[in-house]
């Protein structure tokens, strides 16, 4: 049986003005815009910046609601954005013609969310690491949580169909496994030091997780959470993403500002991308573009967001940011 929590839907008016760089009073209307649009969270502000990705143009910077913006998430049908606020228990929603929030869900008791998901039935995943859970809220924003009782419950992933919930427990090095449709607890299993990236293949059958202190990547039956294989990679990799059409699986290595590039079907290391090539830049978040073609990297340190051609692996341009940009989104229409 489902035990809900009713989390409060607080209706809050931005003011977009407020930190933004100067531009008309007028925003641009993204519904009708060729170029896609890059969201970075601020975490350092409090804020996120909108940028254009094809003119690499700022177009504006919005305070968030509570402390921390960190990960971002599209909804399904790309009118809106979901940002965690780490240091609180709030998400905000962000209409993103507008560039204002225009609700802000409240979820109580369960705090610090960090890795979240927007799912194409309308219900938004979240993992909740101050209680040591994960929440499921549904479009009508009753909350229902799932402990998964492991220290720092930080990432999460959601299986392509919608009835499974992995998550990367950074203070214990351990992964969960979630029933969504139960909301039960199946697994959990110990995976490296420092456990944090995840990602799963696009047809669901492998999970994927780096470790960061353990400079390793380890490959999982995402089925049973057995583990396949594992792989060292570059040093501290906090983040782990797979191309979209699923060839290739990359870490974002803090230590020394690179990206190791894993060949998915043999489990072998193809190259190292140097970004920001060391650690004062503070690189964590990376994504890919829809196409594949460019993986943005989140130089935290220096307040901007690298653009990485991946085929070349060549630096295009640094685009700007608010302070310790972190969290990235795509929208593209």
Same mark, same amino acid.
């Given at each position: 049986?489902?035990?809900?929590?009713?989390?409060?839907?607080?209706?809050?008016?931005?003011?977009?003005?407020?930190?933004?760089?100067?531009?008309?009073?007028?925003?641009?209307?993204?519904?009708?815009?060729?170029?896609?649009?890059?969201?970075?969270?601020?975490?350092?502000?409090?804020?996120?910046?909108? &940028?254009?990705?094809?003119?690499?143009?700022?177009?504006?910077?919005?305070?968030?609601?509570?402390?921390?913006?960190?990960?971002?998430?599209?909804?399904?049908?790309?009118?809106?954005?979901?940002? $965690?606020?780490?240091?609180?228990?709030?998400?905000?929603?962000?209409?993103?013609?507008?560039? #204002?929030?225009?609700?802000?869900?409240?979820?109580?008791?369960?705090?610090?969310?960090?890795?979240?998901?927007?799912?194409?039935?309308? @219900?938004?995943?979240?993992?909740?690491?101050?209680?040591?859970?994960?929440?499921?809220?549904?479009?009508?924003?009753?909350?229902?949580?799932?402990?998964?009782?492991?220290?720092?419950?930080?990432?999460?992933?959601?299986?392509?169909?919608?009835?499974?919930?992995?998550?990367?427990?950074?203070?214990?090095?351990?992964?969960?496994?979630?029933?969504?449709?139960?909301?039960?607890?199946?697994?959990? $299993?110990?995976?490296?030091?420092?456990?944090?990236?995840?990602?799963?293949?696009?047809?669901?059958?492998?999970?994927?997780?780096?470790?960061?202190?353990?400079?390793?990547?380890?490959?999982?039956?995402?089925?049973?959470?057995?583990?396949?294989?594992?792989?060292?990679?570059?040093?501290?990799?906090?983040?782990?993403?797979?191309?979209?059409?699923?060839?290739?699986?990359?870490?974002?290595?803090?230590?020394?500002?690179?990206?190791?590039?894993?060949?998915?079907?043999? @489990?072998?290391?193809? @190259?190292?991308?140097?970004?920001?090539?060391?650690?004062?830049?503070?690189?964590?978040? &990376?994504?890919?573009?829809?196409?594949?073609?460019?993986?943005?990297?989140?130089?935290?340190?220096?307040?901007?967001?690298?653009?990485?051609?991946?085929?070349?692996? $060549? #630096?295009? @341009?640094?685009?700007?940011?608010?302070?310790?940009?972190?969290?990235?989104?795509?929208?593209?229409?």
């Amino acid at each position: 049986m489902k035990h809900w929590l009713f989390g409060s839907a607080i209706l809050l008016a931005a003011c977009a003005a407020n930190g933004e760089p100067a531009q008309s009073d007028a925003p641009q209307n993204i519904a009708n815009s060729p170029s896609p649009l890059l969201l970075v969270g601020n975490k350092g502000e409090d804020t996120v910046s909108f &940028i254009d990705l094809m003119s690499g143009e700022e177009l504006a910077r919005v305070p968030t609601s509570h402390g921390w913006p960190h990960e971002i998430v599209p909804s399904p049908d790309k009118t809106q954005a979901a940002v $965690v606020n780490y240091q609180d228990h709030h998400i905000d929603i962000f209409d993103l013609d507008r560039r #204002v929030i225009v609700e802000t869900i409240d979820l109580g008791e369960h705090t610090r969310p960090h890795g979240i998901q927007w799912l194409d039935d309308g @219900r938004i995943i979240a993992s909740t690491e101050g209680n040591q859970s994960i929440v499921e809220i549904a479009p009508d924003r009753t909350i229902v949580g799932i402990q998964t009782n492991e220290a720092g419950t930080h990432m999460v992933k959601v299986s392509p169909d919608g009835t499974k919930a992995y998550t990367a427990n950074l203070g214990a090095g351990s992964i969960s496994l979630i029933d969504l449709e139960t909301d039960t607890l199946i697994k959990t $299993v110990p995976a490296g030091a420092g456990t944090e990236g995840i990602d799963l293949t696009p047809d669901g059958t492998e999970l994927w997780i780096s470790n960061r202190e353990a400079n390793t990547v380890i490959v999982y039956d995402a089925a049973t959470l057995e583990q396949i294989d594992s792989l060292e990679v570059g040093k501290f990799p906090l983040r782990l993403q797979i191309s979209p059409d699923g060839r290739y699986a990359v870490t974002s290595n803090l230590l020394d500002g690179s990206l190791s590039v894993i060949d998915v079907e043999t @489990r072998r290391m193809l @190259r190292t991308i140097l970004v920001s090539g060391g650690s004062s830049a503070a690189q964590v978040t &990376i994504l890919f573009s829809d196409d594949g073609e460019h993986i943005y990297v989140a130089e935290t340190g220096v307040n901007t967001v690298a653009d990485v051609e991946f085929k070349s692996g $060549v #630096v295009v @341009r640094r685009l700007p940011a608010g302070r310790q940009g972190d969290g990235l989104a795509i929208i593209t229409r």
